[in-house]
């Protein structure tokens, strides 16, 4: 008579599937039904004096199989480790929301889908490991409040770090790296005091550096930043941290200096350790690159831009920026589809005068200080060099087809007008971008606000913007304010609302208004406008007027920044990249030749690690050659 599994054991066989799945069990003791083991006597199966199953354990076998969702049955299950396994397909909600269950690891696997929202907020949820995987989707809010370990890194995962996440006092090793996360940092979210390890880098993060990590009660040992767009200045409070030890801030938009608090701490030391000779390394170097230097991987070794470049950014990888801006303008014409403008005139022409073409103007110096294309057929991302035209007064890109986010290195543009309305861009205003008087009448009375750059996400207005609420310049019913939308204005600087989903002569009201959210980054980005310190010779000889008013401006309203506070929008560039990087337009990336660098540079690691196991962080190795490559900078090896 054929052997007949009791009811608990036909669930935990349903984790075998197809001849796969059965060649799987005939190799692992119990699982072969034919044997005729109770369950608890499984390999890899735990189970209470009671004889119910609290842990099941199969890491690292080569088991393919999906996640039975009939596994969300075993009521007494506490602990499930499926990783390092061959599984696919989606995650059960009703397996993560068992009520006992307290860990829950499918780390690298090739599983997909969203991550179900079922986590119960009062569960006994203790660690969920989802690294490296498919999963894609926003993070889960809320999470378990008893939550110890999120690991979500190396996936698709979009959309921001939710603000509920502050609450997370148990919350010790937070991983959301190398996913596409946008937004800002939620301002509270160094506040949690049994955090050790935080490591957000490789995503698209915008917005400032929370001042709440600067505590000298925190626990911080890991802090990783790097690769994503934050800007202002690096906080001097991080300082403060006792058991910091590692702190990577490389390849963001901070500007000003490495604090020299932070430099007499020995941080990163793990990571320079054995590399390679160290001789001329200091504690600045170690944590940034300063302004106008790159290197391959944002620290030191730093090396110093070439003539007629320059990189007003702290810790910036293999690029340094070209001044010309005639290849400015060639780098703006290939990035929003030239070939195809409703238009443009005298653009692709070689050797033709950039004063000559369509929709520019320039001085009597040859200076371009206005630019006006709007209702031609651009595609494409606003690239960030534009902020480095010197002269730039007016920018007009309205009613075309753009696309990604808002560089925040317009500001550095001495811009009156800016007008973007009528595109497809996403995100918020950058924060520093707000801080920039001037702009469309921005900083009068000292009065800042993003909504006067552009709508934001969920919101609208006849022009996209809004205008001065106090300027004395503006008549009363040539003012407007950006209006929430019921309908689905998911872009900056909106001049509809589109009406979707009538039901019953009534609107299904949109959660995208992010309107008020970029307010507490405008305080908390506020101070740092006049602390950044020098960006740098190059660049400070056509800023220094610019970044003075804006400073000048800023301080007027200092008093009310005290205790600034941050938000979480949506939104940035990525990670400061600026696109295809193997196109001829690319003419300012550090070239190391392979030859004449130590193998050590290329295969140095970051490293963070934790109680029970170490993870480490590969180098990006550099293969930018080629014939388009402006700059040389020699390594010695």
Same mark, same amino acid.
């Given at each position: 008579?054929?052997?007949?599994?009791?009811?608990?054991?036909?669930i935990?066989?349903? %984790?075998?599937?197809?001849?796969?799945?059965?060649?799987?069990?005939?190799r692992? #003791?119990?699982?072969?039904?034919?044997?005729?083991q @109770?369950?608890?006597?499984?390999?890899?199966?735990?189970?209470?004096?009671?004889?119910?199953?609290?842990?099941?354990?199969?890491?690292?076998?080569? &088991?393919?199989a999906?996640?039975?969702?009939?596994?969300?049955?075993?009521?007494?299950l506490?602990?499930?480790?499926?990783?390092?396994?061959?599984?696919?397909?989606?995650?059960p909600?009703?397996?993560v929301?068992?009520?006992?269950?307290?860990?829950? +690891?499918?780390?690298?696997?090739?599983?997909?889908?969203?991550i179900p929202?079922?986590?119960?907020?009062?569960?006994?949820?203790?660690?969920?490991?989802?690294?490296?995987?498919?999963l894609?989707?926003?993070?889960?809010?809320?999470?378990?409040?008893?939550?110890?370990?999120?690991?979500v890194?190396?996936?698709?995962?979009?959309?921001?770090?939710?603000?509920?996440?502050?609450?997370?006092?148990?919350?010790?090793?937070?991983d959301? !790296?190398?996913?596409?996360?946008?937004?800002?940092?939620?301002?509270?979210?160094?506040?949690?005091? #049994?955090?050790?390890?935080?490591?957000?880098?490789?995503?698209?993060?915008?917005?400032?550096?929370?001042?709440?990590?600067?505590?000298d009660?925190? #626990?911080?040992?890991? %802090?990783?930043?790097?690769?994503?767009?934050?800007?202002?200045?690096?906080?001097?409070g991080?300082?403060?941290?006792?058991?910091?030890?590692?702190?990577?801030?490389d390849?963001?938009?901070?500007?000003?200096t490495?604090?020299?608090?932070? /430099?007499?701490?020995?941080?990163?030391?793990?990571?320079?350790?054995?590399?390679?000779?160290?001789?001329?390394?200091?504690g600045?170097?170690?944590?940034?690159?300063?302004?106008?230097?790159?290197?391959?991987?944002?620290?030191?070794?730093?090396?110093?831009?070439?003539r007629?470049?320059?990189?007003?950014?702290?810790?910036?990888?293999?690029?340094?920026?070209?001044?010309?801006?005639r290849?400015?303008?060639?780098?703006?014409?290939?990035?929003?589809?030239?070939?195809?403008?409703?238009?443009?005139? $005298?653009?692709?022409?070689?050797?033709?005068?950039?004063?000559?073409?369509?929709?520019?103007?320039?001085?009597?110096?040859g200076k371009?200080?206005?630019?006006?294309?709007?209702?031609?057929?651009?595609?494409?991302?606003?690239?960030?060099? &534009?902020?480095?035209?010197?002269?730039l007064?007016?920018?007009?890109?309205?009613?075309?087809?753009?696309?990604?986010?808002?560089?925040s +290195?317009l500001?550095?543009?001495?811009?009156?007008?800016? +007008?973007? !309305?009528?595109?497809?861009?996403?995100?918020f205003? @950058?924060?520093?971008?707000?801080l920039?008087?001037?702009?469309?009448?921005?900083?009068?009375?000292?009065?800042?606000?993003?909504?006067?750059?552009?709508?934001?996400?969920?919101?609208?207005? @006849?022009?996209?913007?809004?205008?001065h609420?106090?300027?004395r310049?503006?008549?009363?019913?040539?003012?407007?304010?950006?209006q @929430?939308?019921?309908?689905?204005a998911?872009?900056?600087?909106?001049?509809?609302?589109?009406?979707?989903?009538?039901?019953? $002569?009534?609107?299904?009201?949109?959660?995208?208004?992010?309107?008020?959210?970029?307010?507490? %980054?405008?305080?908390?980005?506020?101070?740092?406008? /006049?602390?950044?310190?020098?960006?740098?010779?190059?660049?400070?000889?056509?800023l220094?007027?610019?970044?003075?008013?804006?400073?000048?401006?800023?301080?007027?309203?200092?008093?009310?920044?005290?205790?600034? !506070?941050?938000g979480s $929008?949506?939104?940035?560039?990525?990670s400061?990249?600026?696109?295809?990087?193997?196109?001829?337009?690319? &003419?300012?990336? &550090?070239?190391?030749p392979?030859?004449?660098?130590?193998?050590?540079?290329?295969?140095?690691?970051?490293?963070?690690?934790?109680?029970?196991?170490?993870?480490?962080?590969?180098?990006?190795?550099n293969?930018e050659?080629?014939?388009?490559?402006?700059?040389?900078? +020699?390594v010695?090896?």
């Amino acid at each position: 008579m054929p052997f007949l599994p009791s009811s608990v054991e036909a669930i935990v066989l349903k %984790l075998v599937q197809g001849e796969e799945g059965v060649a799987w069990a005939n190799r692992r #003791n119990g699982w072969n039904p034919e044997t005729n083991q @109770p369950v608890c006597a499984w390999e890899g199966i735990t189970c209470d004096e009671d004889g119910s199953i609290i842990a099941l354990d199969v890491a690292g076998s080569d &088991l393919r199989a999906k996640i039975p969702p009939e596994y969300g049955q075993l009521k007494s299950l506490r602990s499930l480790n499926l990783a390092e396994c061959d599984l696919y397909g989606p995650i059960p909600p009703e397996v993560v929301s068992l009520p006992n269950l307290e860990s829950f +690891d499918v780390s690298a696997n090739a599983v997909d889908g969203t991550i179900p929202s079922s986590f119960a907020p009062s569960g006994s949820m203790r660690n969920i490991v989802l690294r490296d995987n498919r999963l894609k989707g926003p993070l889960p809010d809320p999470l378990p409040t008893e939550l110890a370990v999120l690991d979500v890194s190396k996936n698709h995962i979009t959309g921001t770090i939710p603000w509920s996440y502050e609450q997370l006092h148990s919350i010790a090793f937070f991983d959301v !790296s190398h996913n596409e996360l946008v937004g800002s940092l939620p301002y509270h979210i160094g506040d949690l005091q #049994n955090l050790q390890g935080f490591f957000v880098n490789n995503n698209r993060l915008m917005g400032t550096i929370p001042y709440s990590f600067s505590r000298d009660d925190s #626990n911080l040992v890991q %802090l990783f930043l790097e690769y994503n767009d934050l800007s202002g200045t690096i906080p001097a409070g991080l300082a403060d941290i006792p058991p910091l030890k590692d702190l990577f801030v490389d390849g963001n938009k901070f500007t000003g200096t490495v604090p020299r608090s932070l /430099c007499k701490l020995t941080l990163n030391e793990d990571f320079f350790k054995d590399k390679f000779n160290v001789s001329g390394r200091d504690g600045c170097t170690s944590i940034s690159c300063p302004v106008n230097t790159v290197s391959e991987e944002g620290v030191y070794p730093c090396h110093q831009c070439p003539r007629q470049g320059f990189s007003p950014y702290l810790g910036h990888n293999k690029k340094c920026y070209y001044l010309d801006e005639r290849m400015i303008l060639d780098v703006f014409w290939k990035r929003t589809d030239g070939p195809n403008w409703i238009g443009g005139d $005298g653009w692709n022409v070689l050797n033709a005068e950039k004063c000559m073409f369509q929709g520019i103007t320039c001085n009597n110096a040859g200076k371009v200080i206005n630019i006006a294309l709007p209702n031609m057929n651009l595609r494409g991302t606003i690239p960030e060099e &534009l902020g480095y035209l010197s002269q730039l007064q007016h920018l007009n890109l309205s009613n075309n087809e753009l696309t990604g986010f808002l560089p925040s +290195d317009l500001r550095f543009a001495p811009l009156e007008s800016l +007008d973007l !309305s009528g595109n497809r861009i996403e995100g918020f205003v @950058p924060p520093m971008l707000c801080l920039t008087g001037d702009i469309n009448g921005n900083g009068e009375n000292g009065d800042f606000a993003c909504d006067v750059i552009s709508c934001s996400a969920g919101t609208w207005s @006849p022009i996209g913007r809004a205008t001065h609420k106090t300027s004395r310049f503006i008549e009363e019913e040539d003012r407007y304010e950006c209006q @929430p939308c019921p309908g689905s204005a998911q872009y900056l600087g909106s001049k509809f609302c589109p009406v979707v989903n009538v039901v019953v $002569g009534s609107f299904t009201q949109s959660s995208a208004n992010t309107g008020g959210i970029v307010a507490g %980054l405008i305080f908390a980005a506020l101070l740092l406008c /006049c602390t950044s310190g020098i960006v740098g010779a190059r660049i400070s000889r056509f800023l220094s007027q610019k970044a003075g008013a804006n400073c000048k401006a800023a301080q007027s309203r200092s008093g009310a920044a005290q205790g600034s !506070s941050s938000g979480s $929008g949506v939104g940035s560039s990525n990670s400061g990249k600026s696109g295809d990087q193997d196109e001829a337009e690319e &003419l300012w990336f &550090l070239n190391i030749p392979k030859d004449g660098i130590d193998d050590d540079v290329e295969t140095k690691l970051k490293s963070k690690s934790k109680s029970k196991s170490k993870k480490k962080k590969k180098k990006k190795s550099n293969d930018e050659g080629g014939e388009e490559e402006l700059y040389f900078v +020699d390594v010695p090896s």
